[in-house]
């Protein structure tokens, strides 16, 4: 079992920043694949980025290119999540996720575990 803990959501203004965290606690962290996930009230849960277990190759959801960072440290067993240029649309709940990934996938039933979700409100 990984348990995952998201946090750093918040009410932040269009155009403004927030970086998220989600730490993992069970097993070893370094051998999932972690993925960012969002869902919007009354909408699907949506693909934001995910990142292989050495922290190279992002792969970003086109809503979020040039916009969002992920990055991963292993040691602290930890991933994050950098939201710049935030828009009005970026409002949801994000949710971390672990898989045991040969390859990333923007598919939300290919990650093994997930976190309760952090909300992220963007005021315009």
């Known amino acids: 079992q990984v348990q995952l803990v998201e946090s750093g959501g918040g009410l932040v203004q269009t155009g403004g920043s927030l970086r998220l965290s989600c730490t993992a606690s069970?097993?070893?962290?370094?051998?999932?694949?972690m993925g960012w996930f969002r869902q919007a009230p009354g909408k699907e849960r949506e693909f934001v980025v995910a990142?292989?277990?050495?922290?190279?190759?992002?792969y970003y959801g086109d809503s979020v290119k040039g916009r969002f960072t992920i990055s991963r440290d292993n040691a602290k067993d930890a991933v994050y999540l950098q939201m710049n240029s935030l828009k009005p649309e970026d409002a949801a709940v994000y949710y971390c996720?672990?898989?045991?990934?040969?390859?990333?996938?923007?598919?939300?039933?290919?990650?093994?575990?997930w976190g309760q979700g952090t909300q992220v409100t963007v005021s315009s």
């Open positions: 996720a672990a898989g045991r990934l040969r390859l990333l996938t923007s598919s939300p039933g290919s990650y093994d575990y």
């Open positions: 069970g097993r070893t962290f370094s051998r999932f694949a």
């Open positions: 990142i292989n277990w050495s922290g190279d190759s992002p």
